[in-house]
Structures are given as C-alpha cells and as structure tokens.
C-alpha cells in the first residue's frame, strides 16, 4: 500500500463508531402473569457480546458533518387487571435496529414476541426473542400450583421451573464502567408468592408496579391480583468514537457527550428521536 493508502486507512479507521442499541423491555402480564421481555441488545464492542448469544457486530463507519437517525424506545406498559403486557419500542442508530422486548402474557394470553421474548402467561405459549437480540421467554406449569414464566433476557432464556426468575442481561464497559443490562421480568409464582426477581441488569421483581430498569432494556414484572404489573424499562443508545471528533446531538433526542478517556469520547442518548451528526 501507498502513502497515500495509509493515510486514508488511517482516516477510516478514525471515524468507526463502537455502539451499544438497547430497545425498550415488554411490561409485566396480571392475573396468572409472566414477565416481559428485555428489550433487544445489540452491541459492536470488540471481546462483548450482542443478545441471544451472538458475539459483537460490526461498528458503523461514519462521515463527519452528516446526519445519523437515532430512535431510543420506550418500555411497555404492564398489564392492567387481567391484561398482558404491552411490547417495548425499538432502538435504533443509523442501520441498526433492537427490537422492543415483548410483553409477558396471563392466563389468557400467550407471551409476546419481541427482542427477548415474554414470558408465557399460567397455561399460555411464551413469546421468542430475535436472533441476535435476546432469548425466549419462560414456560408456565397450569393449575394449582401454577406461575408465568420469567421474561427472557439479553443472556439467557426466561426461567421455567417455579422459581419464574426472569433471565439475566449482559455486561457491557462501552462507557469505561462495567454495566449490565438488557434483564428480564420476573413471573408471578403461586409457590413463591409472587416474589420471583427479575434478570440482572434491570429486570422487574414479580410485586405490584415493580417496573423494568430505567436506560437498561429491562422486562417488567408480572402480577397475579388486582393491581398492574410492571412495566418495562426504556432503552438506551450509547456511542463510542474517537476522542477526536466531538457530537452534535439534534432536537427530539435527550443524552449528554463525556470527557475524553482513554482515547475515545462516549455519547448517551436516554430518550426521544432525532439525529447525531460529528465534526
């Protein structure tokens, strides 16, 4: 290679943007309810991992002074008196996309797709995750002694003995801190007396309005009496890029950029829709 070639190889290299695309959990199932799925996890940082146990993915090589679409989703609301939950909203940065995790089903609903599924409702089919993304919700046991199955997570299948634990989410140091997210809600158990914790990483307990982890993707938990179940958690987008280049983030979206460290700058996007450019 030239001179030439190196130079502009180099400058290649500059602009590639590491990410870590978060969607919005699935709220918690009531009456006879599972717990909602995380939200689906995407990342591109080089040794982690994306959901649904797939290895990182390519980074995104970006242009200086260009507009990028970033969408950070919502979580789902948790189901009122005998209603599933509602799916998570998708996250998105440029070309990827997470997609929402799915809401926890009931006694008369089958748990929702979605990045990580939903769990199953008592008697009811869980919901599957998204290759790539997250895990499938748990099963249920019917009758007496039955329980909804936990949320799926980032990491793993929602759990389908009694115990009704959501599955657990995935660490990520993208922003220089080790930190887990993307965790499942727990489920409503008759044996445990509706205590079955969430997945790690922000996934809701199985207790009245216990809801999924705030910017982690987090399912909700379930519910089996009068009151609602959890809903899930929103999403997040962070972005990763040389220290270098410096972010522009537009209208519609909230975040804040960090001080550079150890060559890189990190921006964290919490809410709306918008886009980012770099100069």
Known sequence: MNILGIIESQSAAALSVDFLVIAGG?????????????GGYRCSVSGESSGGGASAQSSITITRATNYAVTVGNGGAGGGTNGAGTSGGNS?????????????????????????????????????????????????????????????????????????????????????????????GGGYSNILGNTAPGGTGGGGTADPNQNGGTNQGGGGGAWNGTNSAGSGGSG?????????????IGAGLTGSESAASGGFKRATLTAGSGNVSWN
Do not use: H
Not at 26 to 38: F, L, M, S, V
Not at 114 to 127: R, V
Not at 240 to 246: E, F, I, N, Q
């Open 92 to 184: 998105s940065f440029s070309t990827v996309t997470s997609t929402g995790g799915g809401g926890g089903g009931n006694s008369a609903n089958n748990g929702k797709n979605g990045g990580s599924g939903g769990g199953a409702g008592n008697g009811t089919i869980k919901g599957t995750g998204t290759a790539n993304e997250g895990f499938d919700g748990g099963t249920s046991v019917g009758g007496g002694g039955g329980y909804g199955g936990g949320g799926g997570g980032a990491a793993e299948a929602g759990n389908t003995d009694a115990n009704a634990e959501g599955g657990d989410g995935i660490s990520s140091s993208i922003t220089g801190s080790a930190v887990t997210r993307g965790g499942g």
């Open 236 to 248: 997040v987008v962070i972005l990763r890029y040389p220290s270098t280049l410096t972010i522009t």
């Open 26 to 38: 699935g709220g918690g199932g009531a009456n006879g309810g599972a717990g909602g799925g995380a």
